[in-house]
């Protein structure tokens, strides 16, 4: 528990930059590659995308104007380390403009606002610079507020590098304390341990934050052109709803790999440490797996394709570095690699494949209870290929591992749609219709027109026994879909935070090029909300969610978060429910979830949880911080022995025992690494409270014997 309430130095310096500068991908401040006619091209297709395509009707006004205006500067400087308020009020004469400008395809605005961030980037280094070079004064008597919203921007650059001065103190402190705990643990191992005097612990973590502060600004300055202007893209077009999104090229490409779960490439993760490509992982069963020579901490240094001379990658930015190295299955990518044990040189040869994210697919796991066998199907996502019909998608997957479960003689069914954010509307329908006979699933609408309603149309029930769905406040949009209809169909009892995220907008990608073919280049993607979904009931998940039948404590149970509290988020409304016959599947569900509420009620575990959230909240809510170091230290010392009453909070153990599916098992004598990953599952699962009460759920829910019919 107690790391949870020390900032990290690197962690703090990517909160208060990165974040401040929000944007997608690449790099390099320069003015070189600016292409003027590509940017006004984006700006033309995109509001008339928008204007004719987008859900909701959007007048180009003064409050759309206005909204653009906030979200760019908030997008550039949420933390307020580069605009004064003298830059606010030059900007501020274009705040009800923008919408005009745009209109005319005019960019003055952006011009304006890029032009003077840049400027000010510059300025940057020397202010963290200068301000690191000295001691700070610890006994001064002040305080930082980290809640940005509430902040002004400063008055003057005098005030604007006293915000840097803050920031910076703040971050060395914490290091500072970090450091001081660590040398008390290692003096209570060993008396003769030589303790370091507080100036010295000050100057090294001063230096440790000049040197975070300088391996982030490396990053920054790869940023190009593209990426602020994505900024300002977004800016534009998430005035329409949170989740319209403009995506530049790699930004789709990752986008398509997270929804298909593979990608074509070596199967390495990559990451970029100073002017070096490191490899961070191998991709367990990858090409770089199998070929058995490059390892995690080696440094790509040259990378070559076949035969052809080699590309000297150092220096170079990561996602440059990555187009080099992934590429079409079968090719072959030679790399000159200095490996990590001896700091030898060598080239290694890989024939790149297709790689599949194994964390992203189905996997279920069986326990017994009371001499019943039971599963827990954990579904990370519904993803799908859509460039690939014959690849594995989340329905297929789920069928196979439905069928390969009651061949092993499960009485019962645990979804686990925990922090499952969505995915393919087609394949959420799917697998909702391997749960009930036929009939309609989710009802989606376009803007002005009626509802769609989308059925399932296979009479075949995958599954007819009992079904427990597990969910949380990150489970979103398709897995709402999913709950939604279990639910309605009272075909599940849904089990987990109060509500889910409340998700209830469908998205398109669409390539930008097919709407302006002239442009020769790649213009990249709109990511657009076209439809809102709906129950069969006729309400929407939108704002709303899914509220489950047995509500759970959980850490977030009062935090700020889902679709309700992202500004400028659709509303909920509802339409005409659709015809559909409840299944009414079990005898005694009132009674079983009313045992379940009793149980956890009665627990000590829930109530802690319940205690831990309040907690969190609370904390969450002070975002002052005292940089006078005795009231530092004795503030944390008070959050400590606060955070000592939870620290057994999540100490659950059950006595129950999972193991993977006999066909999975058969795998592991191949795959060590596969079985290390489920052990590890499995193990988490049997201290898992949710998981816990969920099988106490399925395993006292009875059958109806003979479905009683409700029509709606």
Do not use: C
Not at 192 to 202: D, P
Not at 541 to 551: L, M, N, R
Not at 627 to 633: I, P
Not at 692 to 700: D, F, P, Q, R
Request: hydrophobic fraction near 35%; aromatic fraction near 10%.
């Amino acid at each position: 528990m107690k790391t949870k309430f020390k900032f990290s130095t690197t962690l703090l310096a990517i909160v208060l930059l990165i974040n401040s500068i929000a944007v997608n991908a690449s790099e390099k401040i320069e003015t070189s590659n600016l292409d003027p006619e590509k940017d006004k091209v984006l700006i033309y297709v995109l509001k008339n995308i928008l204007t004719r395509g987008h859900f909701v009707v959007k007048d180009m006004n003064d409050d759309f104007s206005e909204h653009v205006f906030n979200s760019f500067i908030d997008g550039l400087d949420s933390n307020k380390r580069y605009f004064t308020q003298k830059d606010i009020k030059e900007f501020s004469k274009y705040k009800y403009q923008i919408d005009n400008q745009l209109l005319q395809d005019d960019l003055t605005f952006y011009k304006l606002v890029y032009g003077r961030f840049l400027s000010k980037i510059k300025n940057a280094k020397s202010y963290y610079g200068d301000l690191l070079a000295q001691p700070f004064n610890f006994n001064k008597n002040e305080v930082i507020d980290l809640d940005y919203e509430k902040v002004p921007f400063a008055k003057n650059d005098n005030e604007l590098i006293d915000y840097w001065r803050k920031q910076l103190k703040l971050q060395t402190l914490s290091r500072i304390e970090e450091q001081t705990d660590l040398q008390e643990s290692k003096l209570k191992k060993d008396k003769n341990f030589k303790v370091k005097s507080f100036a010295t612990l000050e100057k090294e973590a001063r230096a440790k934050v000049l040197e975070n502060m300088d391996e982030l600004y490396i990053r920054i300055e790869e940023l190009e052109h593209d990426d602020w202007f994505s900024t300002f893209l977004n800016s534009v077009v998430g005035a329409f709803d949170p989740h319209t999104t403009y995506m530049d090229p790699s930004i789709k490409e990752r986008f398509d790999q997270t929804i298909s779960g593979k990608l074509e490439g070596i199967g390495a993760r990559l990451q970029k440490k100073g002017i070096y490509t490191h490899v961070f992982e191998l991709v367990a069963g990858g090409p770089a797996s199998k070929q058995g020579e490059l390892e995690p901490g080696d440094i790509i240094l040259k990378v070559a394709q076949g035969d052809e001379e080699p590309l000297d990658i150092v220096g170079m930015r990561l996602d440059d570095a990555i187009k080099f190295i992934k590429g079409k299955k079968g090719t072959e990518v030679q790399l000159t690699v200095k490996k990590k044990l001896d700091g030898s040189t060598k080239v290694i040869s890989i024939i790149r494949d297709v790689v599949q994210l194994d964390e992203t697919f189905v996997k279920s796991s069986i326990v017994e209870k009371n001499g019943k066998k039971y599963a827990i199907i954990d579904l990370p996502s519904f993803y799908i290929d859509f460039s690939d019909n014959n690849y594995r998608d989340s329905a297929k997957d789920m069928e196979k591992e439905i069928e390969r479960l009651k061949a092993e003689g499960v009485n019962g069914l645990i979804i686990d749609l925990r922090n499952n954010g969505g995915g393919s509307l087609k394949t959420a329908i799917e697998i909702s219709g391997l749960f009930i006979d036929k009939g309609p699933v989710v009802q989606v609408k376009y803007r002005g027109e009626s509802p769609i309603i989308k059925n399932d149309i296979d009479p075949k029930m995958q599954w007819d026994g009992a079904v427990v769905v597990l969910v949380n406040e990150f489970s979103a949009s398709a897995s709402e879909i999913f709950a939604a209809a279990m639910q309605d169909y009272k075909r599940g009892v849904i089990l987990g935070g109060n509500q889910t995220y409340g998700k209830g907008t469908v998205q398109n990608v669409l390539p930008i090029n097919q709407f302006y073919q002239k442009y020769e280049g790649d213009l990249g993607y709109l990511k657009m909300t076209i439809q809102k979904f709906y129950r069969v009931n006729g309400g929407s998940t939108q704002k709303e969610g899914v509220y489950s039948d047995i509500a759970m404590p959980s850490r977030l149970s009062y935090m700020k978060y889902g679709e309700r509290d992202l500004e400028d988020a659709l509303d909920w409304d509802k339409v005409p429910q659709a015809n559909y016959t409840q299944t009414n599947s079990y005898a005694n569900f009132n009674d079983v979830v009313y045992n379940s509420k009793q149980r956890i009620a009665n627990s000590d575990n829930f109530k802690l949880v319940n205690e831990y959230a309040k907690w969190l909240k609370k904390n969450q809510d002070d975002t002052s911080y005292s940089l006078n170091y005795k009231t530092f230290f004795k503030e944390s010392e008070i959050r400590e022995k606060e955070a000592e009453k939870f620290k057994s909070v999540f100490d659950y153990k059950s006595n129950l025992t999972f193991t993977s599916p006999q066909y999975e098992q058969s795998l592991f004598k191949e795959n060590e690494d596969l079985k290390d990953k489920r052990l590890a599952w499995h193990k988490n699962l049997s201290k898992d409270m949710y998981v816990s009460e969920a099988l106490n759920v399925l395993s006292e829910l009875k059958l109806n014997k003979k479905t009683d019919i409700v029509k709606h």
